[in-house]
């Protein structure tokens, strides 16, 4: 490379001004590198750029965030590994100022096999108010339909952090028992 440098192999040209030699910002590329003006490159691959493996070498753009233990060597405990499979379904209830919503989501899947809510079109021509104590009665006994519909009876429900289990979530909860769906609470 040395001698094509010295011997002025590289295309690139530059000239002398004012008692000083001025280099035009360039690529340097070997002249041998050009083949009938084309310049020689790497295969591309199909997407236009060259593929990168992970970090393991096996497979490239396949990116899963996973959360990383800080200890790899926990144990994690038969319940933990098969409560996902042992109780399928999960409650979700969303409370807000303006309305109310609740689902029913498969875990493993994580679809919604029921949903039912306050600005859904059937349930918000019956209510005055889409946000009181009847409207989560209301919501509470449309998801339970539904959820029969799809031949779903039972369901665990976990309060968020920042819910407490009364009032609203309580009336919600309470109403989908009462029509026919079984509800395991877990209170923290």
Same mark, same amino acid.
């Given at each position: 490379?040395?001698?094509? %440098?010295?011997?002025?192999?590289? %295309?690139?040209?530059?000239?002398?001004?004012?008692? +000083?030699?001025?280099?035009?910002?360039?690529?340097?590329?070997?002249? $041998?590198?050009? +083949? $009938?003006?084309? #310049?020689?490159?790497?295969?591309?691959?199909?997407?236009? %750029?060259?593929?990168?493996?992970?970090?393991?070498? $096996? +497979?490239?753009?396949?990116?899963?965030?996973?959360?990383?233990?800080?200890?790899?060597?926990?144990?994690?405990?038969?319940?933990? =590994?098969?409560? /996902?499979?042992?109780?399928?379904?999960?409650?979700?209830?969303?409370?807000?100022?303006?309305?109310?919503? /609740?689902?029913?989501?498969?875990? %493993?899947?994580?679809?919604?096999?029921?949903?039912?809510?306050?600005? $859904?079109?059937?349930?918000?021509?019956?209510?005055?108010?889409?946000?009181?104590? #009847?409207?989560?009665?209301?919501?509470?006994?449309?998801? &339970?339909?539904?959820? +029969?519909? &799809?031949?779903?009876?039972? &369901?665990?429900?976990?309060? =968020?952090? =920042?819910?407490?289990?009364?009032?609203?979530?309580?009336?919600?909860?309470?109403?989908?028992?009462?029509?026919?769906?079984?509800?395991?609470?877990?209170?923290?």
């Amino acid at each position: 490379m040395l001698k094509n %440098v010295v011997g002025g192999g590289f %295309v690139c040209k530059g000239g002398y001004a004012g008692g +000083r030699y001025l280099r035009p910002p360039c690529l340097y590329v070997p002249a $041998s590198y050009f +083949r $009938s003006w084309q #310049p020689h490159s790497a295969p591309r691959s199909f997407f236009g %750029v060259e593929d990168y493996l992970d970090d393991d070498n $096996s +497979r490239p753009y396949t990116y899963q965030k996973e959360k990383k233990s800080k200890n790899p060597h926990k144990h994690i405990s038969f319940k933990q =590994r098969t409560v /996902a499979f042992m109780e399928p379904f999960t409650l979700d209830i969303f409370i807000s100022k303006r309305f109310v919503q /609740a689902s029913i989501t498969h875990r %493993v899947t994580s679809k919604q096999v029921a949903v039912a809510g306050t600005n $859904s079109k059937d349930i918000k021509a019956a209510l005055p108010s889409r946000c009181d104590i #009847p409207a989560c009665l209301a919501v509470g006994r449309f998801l &339970a339909e539904r959820a +029969r519909e &799809a031949d779903v009876y039972t &369901a665990s429900y976990t309060p =968020r952090e =920042r819910d407490k289990f009364e009032g609203k979530i309580r009336a919600v909860v309470q109403s989908i028992i009462d029509n026919g769906i079984d509800i395991k609470v877990y209170l923290d």
